[in-house]
């Protein structure tokens, strides 16, 4: 396991809202049952990986800068 992967707990399942004891913390986290593998059931102890995705980060980067430039043009005129 690498530092970007933590342990989750399946707590509990609510409807579609599946209940996490994410790390040695034990933080809740609630989380559509649907973003978990489908054979996930209460009691079962989960990998959660974390990664970042820089090709999204300069995408947004890139289209917030262009949104502040049209807004800076619009209160110029």
Known sequence: ???SDVKA???RIE???AVLLVGDEH???NLPKHFLPP????????IWHFQLD???????KES?????????EQFAE
């Not at 054979?39 to 989960?46: F, N, P």
């Not at 917030?64 to 800076?72: A, D, F, K, P, V």
């Open 15 to 17: 409807g579609d809202i």
């Open 39 to 46: 054979e996930t059931v209460e009691g079962c102890v989960l």
């Open 9 to 11: 707990f399946v707590d």
């Open 27 to 29: 933080y809740e986290v």
């Open 64 to 72: 917030i800068s262009r949104l502040i430039e049209q807004l800076g």
């Open 54 to 60: 820089e090709e999204a980060a300069s995408g947004a």
């Open 1 to 3: 396991m690498s530092k």
